[in-house]
């Protein structure tokens, strides 16, 4: 029987000035998605379930990833209120302030907390990491892949925001034979 494997991919760069909260959302890719696909492909197993949120910078690339995608709106990124598609140096001093003294309990003005998202995005992974049988493909963004990645390796909380999730790169995680997950350098 072959090991559980994992990739966690983010979407590519998006056609957002930098400096700008973008959040939830619903942004184009700055580039088309066939170059991002193609070099992703190379890294993906063949006919693994593929799951990814429904906003568009995620949807293109899992739709030119496989034609048969899950999408679950529990996978979108963090929800920013307030703050959506306005510049973070416009944004509220005693909020940013606020939010940088407790970043999973502090709720964006109109939006969600950092623990909100972490809390629907691990439902996701709970419905459908423990459903999947074989390999698992989830196309989202930082944050939510970010929670996965962190919960599933055991991770303090706190560091969960440290790991590494470049744009249109992927996380591989591979369930050892103890039942802990471990970060893979696995190919197909």
């Not at 030119?64 to 959506?84: C, K, N, P, Y």
Request: proline share 5%; with cysteine; glycine share 8%.
């Amino acid at each position: 029987m072959s090991a559980r494997r994992l990739w966690l991919v983010r979407h590519p760069p998006v056609a957002v000035e930098r400096g700008i909260c973008y959040g939830r959302s619903d942004v184009a890719l700055a580039a088309p998605v066939a170059a991002a696909a193609a070099t992703l492909r190379d890294e993906l197993p063949l006919g693994a379930t593929i799951l990814s949120s429904p906003l568009r910078r995620c949807a293109e690339l899992a739709r030119a990833l496989s034609d048969m995608v899950t999408f679950d709106h529990r996978l979108q990124e963090m929800d920013f209120g307030e703050w959506e598609m306005r510049r973070y140096d416009t944004l509220p001093r005693a909020d940013i302030d606020l939010w940088s003294a407790d970043v999973w309990g502090f709720r964006i003005p109109g939006g969600e907390s950092a623990a909100d998202m972490a809390a629907r995005a691990w439902a996701a992974w709970e419905e459908w990491g423990a459903s999947a049988g074989g390999d698992l493909v989830v196309v989202a963004h930082g944050g939510p892949l970010r929670v996965m990645a962190g919960r599933l390796l055991g991770l303090p909380q706190n560091d969960w925001l440290d790991i590494a999730c470049p744009q249109g790169a992927c996380i591989k995680l591979e369930l050892a034979a103890d039942g802990s997950w471990r970060r893979s350098e696995a190919a197909k």
